[in-house]
């Protein structure tokens, strides 16, 4: 199984992490296997600046999402827009050219949608 969980407000971040946390346990108490990716645009990219992931408190449950295959992905057009390096990211987050062109791409790809 797919899905795509979108992130674009800081406040929703706890609950996108949760709900990725509670698909891969499921996945693994029935065998079942899942495909995350996790999709930041707007302002929620600020969050996947190391230093902020630290400050937050998220860094670890990030990384940790990471090494079990969940993929982090911020948009190069809301990172443009605030600013950020994309050196200033978490060394595992990819950066994609569009957040929105990525979402479609998923959708159009089987990935279910997730909007916390």
Known sequence: MKAVIHVDETKKWDLALTNAENIMRYGEQTGMDFTIEIVANSEAVKDLREEQARKDGRYDTIRDLAL?????????????????????????????????????????????????
């Open 68 to 116: 079990d295959t969940v993929k982090f992905a911020a948009c190069r057009n809301a990172l443009a827009n605030a600013g950020i390096r994309e050196s200033t990211l978490i060394p595992f987050v990819e950066v994609i050219p569009s957040g929105a062109v990525e979402l479609i791409k998923k959708q159009q790809e089987g990935f279910a949608y997730i909007k916390p």
